[in-house]
């Protein structure tokens, strides 16, 4: 499938073409750099005559405007009406010359003046100061950062916020609270690594220095709230996109919870779905439990999801993983604003977690999407997985380590610069997924019972379902996003990872409501890159011995 960028369809698929022919033949056309138009270096051989060199360069009216004696290097202007092309086919027929090159133009790499700049290693990482050579945010790019609020007089911040909306309490999306002091600190961290002021010589820098910062603050100052908030949030941010055409709008929400029971719920899909159709791009941070278990809304459809790195392109210890990762960025040892509307000061700490994961990426975004304003909210996000680099297992990374100026030169030219896969060996392909699952034992209402599936991959999850009546219900997220449960309105049991004979088990507590119904199970099991849907299994229940009724199902 062909990914269309906007105004660079045609000049990216050109370049592609042109790759995909030459390549053929082991070669490949590179647009030439700048030059001075006027000036080439020479070098002569070792045993050439210097003194006639110079003559013969001076007959064509060409002066030598520098040499390197040591080097035997020469800097050579062509003469008024001459061009560098002839000069150089000139020089390079004379056989005492070693070699003929144009004087290329050179350029610094953009560097911020901001004093806590060395301390943000992880931006050198992703390679933020070249494509600071190119793109340094516009302002027509918004960051929507849905947190615990935005500390809007930090030295870094201020100026550059929106007016934004906090949905605590009785507020809703409609009906905001003017407030959006962050009392926590969490999210003025993460507006900061996103989009801090930047070369203001203060404080530290952010990733897209122009885009403006819209706070939402969904999170109370304790740094917990509800997914109904959340909602109210994203549907925020999407009005203001709504309202705002000429805006294109990242979601940031470093935030979230561990759905490996429930999964995604329709709710927050509803809302998500709802913003990515307004053409809002959502990234969301992939969580903090160093496991495979899903996080949410990070696993939801049409949100970017990203893990946490080291400086060493490693997988950070705390780090989420799992088939819903799409991205990874660094998330160890962020630099940057930390501050609370109840403490004088702007104050700068050094964070860790996919939190600040996130906004790298959020950060990367806007400056993708300030190099082209007329890209869609998908192809921001292709360019975002094309362009990222290969550092090992999807598994962990997703698509691969974000890298900014591969990012920001795709969006501006159409014909980036390949990423550098790691030097390291390929990954073994994982096993396929498969699994045969088994009955309740005992099977017994009100007893402590198990369900296991056998032959499973070691490490695969396996998530387990039953229902009361047999059916058909699609899968909708995961590696089994397309499948199908021969279950109606399945419920989840609870899931557990296969061990290193490939058995997975749960040990569930039936209530005494279905002593004496029958029941259908089935599990599905995933590994990073496969699937199965195991059989289903119908078995009746038997009753407690002495007991006819009881609460609803529960698992422990």
């Known amino acids: 499938m062909m990914v269309s960028y906007g105004k660079l369809t045609t000049r990216f698929f050109i370049a592609f073409f042109l790759f995909f022919i030459t390549s053929s033949i082991e070669y490949i056309s590179y647009a030439e750099e700048e030059y001075v138009t006027d000036e080439l270096i020479v070098k002569m051989k070792s045993d050439a005559n210097q003194s006639a060199a110079v003559s013969g360069i001076q007959s064509r009216g060409a002066v ?23 000069l150089q086919m000139a020089l390079e027929a004379n056989p005492d010359v070693e070699y003929v090159e144009k004087n290329y133009i050179v350029y610094a790499d953009l560097t911020p003046n901001d004093p806590r700049y060395g301390q943000q290693t992880y931006l050198n990482v992703i390679d933020a100061p070249p494509a600071w050579n190119t793109e340094t945010g516009d302002s027509n790019v918004v960051i929507a950062v849905l947190d615990t609020g935005v500390e809007t007089v930090h030295e870094d911040i201020s100026g550059k916020t929106l007016p934004g909306c906090s949905v605590i309490g009785s507020f809703t999306e409609n009906s905001c609270g003017t407030n959006v002091d962050d009392n926590n600190g969490h999210g003025t ?62 979601i940031n929400m470093s935030l979230g919870r561990d759905c490996q029971a429930s999964g995604v719920t329709q709710a927050e899909q509803d809302a998500i779905t709802a913003a990515w159709n307004a053409g809002v791009l959502v990234v969301a941070s992939a969580g903090n439990s160093a496991s495979s278990n899903l996080q949410c809304p990070a696993a939801a459809n049409h949100v970017i999801a990203v893990s946490a790195t080291t400086n060493s392109d490693t997988l950070a210890s705390f780090s989420s993983y799992g088939s819903f990762v799409d991205l990874a960025a660094p ?57 990222a680099e290969n550092i090992g297992s999807s598994l962990y990374f997703g698509e691969g380590r974000v890298n900014a100026d591969f990012a920001v030169d795709l969006a501006s030219s159409g014909s980036p610069a390949p990423p550098t ?72 049991l609870g899931s557990a990872v296969a061990d290193s004979t490939g058995k997975a088990t749960i040990n569930p507590t039936l209530s005494s409501t279905l002593g004496g119904r029958t029941v259908y199970v089935q599990s599905r099991v995933e590994t990073s890159a496969s699937c199965k849907i195991t059989n289903r299994v119908t078995q009746s229940i038997k009753r407690k011995s002495g007991s006819s009724s009881g609460g609803g199902w529960f698992f422990r």
């Open 331 to 387: 998330g160890v040892g962020i630099v940057n604003a930390v501050g609370t509307s109840n403490v004088a000061g702007s104050f700068y700490t050094s964070w860790s977690g996919t939190s600040f994961s996130s906004p790298v990426v959020s950060g990367v975004a806007g400056l993708v999407w300030s190099a082209d304003t007329t890209l869609t909210n998908a192809e921001v996000e292709q360019i975002l997985k094309d362009t």
């Open 421 to 492: 896969p790691a030097p390291t060996p390929a990954p073994t392909p994982p096993p396929a997924a498969s699994g045969t699952l088994t009955g309740f034992n005992p099977g017994t209402a009100g007893n402590r019972n198990s369900l296991t599936v056998t032959g499973a991959p070691e490490g695969a999850v396996v998530k387990f379902y039953y229902s009361r009546t047999s059916g058909t219900t699609s899968i909708t997220t995961g590696v089994c996003k397309g499948k199908a449960l021969n279950l109606s309105s399945p419920i989840s």
């Open 189 to 250: 961290g993460v507006a900061g690594t996103a989009a801090a002021k930047t070369n203001n010589g203060l404080g530290a820098a952010g990733l897209c220095w122009n885009c403006p910062i819209l706070p939402v603050k969904v999170l109370s100052d304790s740094g917990s709230g509800t997914l109904s908030d959340t909602i109210e949030g994203i549907n925020y941010a999407r009005n203001y996109a709504l309202n705002n055409p000429s805006k294109k709008v990242v």
């Open 64 to 86: 030598v405007s520098k040499s390197f004696s040591d080097l035997g290097i020469m800097v050579v202007q062509s003469a008024p009406g001459d061009t560098i092309e002839d």
